[in-house]
């Protein structure tokens, strides 16, 4: 009787310390790192807070929105991060107490692991259904940033499209200008201040483009840098998932005995080689919209270059036909007291 004790004791020893080796770590880190650079986002705004209000009160109502969408997806990409906690907790739980039943409330990312698990203390799984698993758990984690990624590229849209809006307004209230001008309507002093009086839009219309262009991209870095560190933090976690699940898998019928040797090693052989190529598309595209960017703003001041050309000749002709006229009264005037 004792000698079965102390061979029962053998066995559950260490199926005991295979239990707690794999713990999840908690994304806390990461929420810090989040924390840490928007104090360091706000303490910049505070120092230019006179020049960040006068160029949102160029636009209020886009600038304002612009802004309301940064706010929806920082919360956003927290909420994202945090959730996280609650599953690194039922996971720990779960490895504690051997069974999915004695946990408590059911997770949301790891539903599938619970719902396969299920009562198993010892945890035995076949290569297919650990593949299942990961599959599932990577498409809910690509998915649950898909909202943030849109928010990025929507701030920029939106600052684009402030840029265009005020070129538009600006182009359009120079040609105003320009036509509204009439040296025989009055003297000249009146023609300056006239001139005076219709750069005012123009000069609102830039204001708008450049506030609305900067919010936008300023918000899209402060929302990438975010979700970026959302990502990082979801990476570890699948990656440290990964792992346990690699070392709970029975490849003993999947196919020969050679192949069986290291699953875990090129399960996570597949899995960089995704990821690597994930973050090579990435990176392309960010480069690729980073150049498209830079071509539309090289456009638009090659434009605004044109249009202060066009302006300054159309000023100069102006001014000279001013100082002609009057030129001309003055020497009229003179004939008229010399006589």
Do not use: C
Request: net charge neutral; no cysteine; aromatic share 6%.
């Amino acid at each position: 009787m004792a000698d079965s004790e102390l061979l029962d004791l053998g066995v559950e020893k260490p199926v005991t310390t295979r239990q707690y080796s794999h713990k999840l770590s908690s994304p806390t880190p990461f929420l810090w790192t989040m924390v840490l650079f928007l104090i360091l986002v706000g303490f910049l705004a505070a120092i230019l807070y006179r020049q960040a209000h006068t160029a949102f009160m160029t636009n209020p109502g886009l600038n304002g929105f612009i802004l309301g969408v940064l706010v929806i997806g920082i919360i956003l990409v927290f909420t994202q991060t945090m959730s996280l906690r609650s599953e690194v907790r039922w996971f720990n739980a779960f490895r504690a107490a051997g069974s999915a039943e004695k946990v408590g409330r059911a997770p949301k990312l790891l539903a599938p692991m619970s719902t396969l698990i299920g009562k198993r203390g010892e945890v035995r799984l076949s290569a297919v259904t650990q593949r299942t698993i990961l599959d599932s758990i990577a498409t809910r984690l690509d998915e649950s940033r898909d909202t943030s990624r849109y928010l990025v590229g929507l701030l920029v849209f939106l600052g684009l499209l402030g840029t265009f809006w005020g070129l538009i307004g600006t182009i359009g209230a120079i040609s105003n200008v320009i036509q509204s001008l009439d040296p025989s309507a009055g003297t000249s002093n009146d023609i300056l201040s006239s001139l005076k009086s219709g750069l005012t839009a123009p000069l609102s219309g830039m204001g708008t483009a450049f506030s609305s262009s900067l919010l936008g991209l300023s918000g899209s870095l402060i929302l990438g840098f975010l979700d970026l560190q959302a990502g990082r933090a979801q990476n570890r976690f699948y990656t440290q998932l990964e792992n346990w699940l690699s070392s709970v898998t029975d490849t003993s019928a999947d196919g020969p005995k050679e192949f069986n040797a290291e699953p875990g090693a090129m399960v996570s052989t597949e899995r960089s080689l995704a990821a690597m190529t994930s973050l090579a598309e990435g990176i392309q595209g960010l480069v690729k919209n980073m150049r498209s960017e830079q071509q539309m703003l090289r456009d638009w001041i090659e434009a605004q270059q044109e249009e202060s050309k066009s302006l300054r000749r159309t000023l100069d002709r102006l001014s000279t036909r001013i100082d002609g006229e009057t030129k001309s009264s003055g020497r009229t005037r003179h004939d008229n007291g010399s006589e």
